[in-house]
Nanobody, 115 residues
Framework: QVQLVESGGGLVQPGGSLRLSCAAS????????MGWYRQAPGKQREVVAT???????NYSDSVKGRFTISRDNAKNTVDLQMNSLKPEDTALYYC?????????WGQGTQVTVSS
């Protein structure tokens, strides 16, 4: 079992920045990938960014150049630095971990981009 706890969400004006953090605990042996997903009201959950054990990253086209995912394997954390935020980035953001063939999810942290 893996437990994921997100933090760092909040309200920010367009053009602003936020940093999300995810702390993982439990049986971390065999964790393959970690990442961030988001779900806006009335929309399906979508991938934002992922990082594997080698540090290779992938980003959705909508956040490339604005968001940066980073992972600290020693601390079992994965962060998402979000810059140049837009109103369309408003969503509930979820941390995700892949252990074997099982995906684990955090409870989510709300990000609202509004003036």
């Amino acid at each position: 079992q893996v437990q994921l706890v997100e933090s760092g969400g909040g309200l920010v004006q367009p053009g602003g920045s936020l940093r999300l953090s995810c702390a993982a605990s439990g049986s971390m042996f065999g964790i393959r990938g970690m990442g961030w997903y988001r779900q806006a009201p009335g929309k399906q959950r979508e991938v934002v960014a992922t990082v594997n054990t080698l540090g290779n990253t992938n980003y959705s086209d909508s956040v490339k150049g604005r968001f940066t995912i980073s992972r600290d394997n020693a601390k079992n954390t994965v962060d998402l630095q979000m810059n140049s935020l837009k109103p369309e980035d408003t969503a509930l953001y979820y941390c995700n971990a892949l252990l074997g063939v099982t995906y684990y999810w955090g409870q989510g942290t709300q990000v609202t981009v509004s003036s």
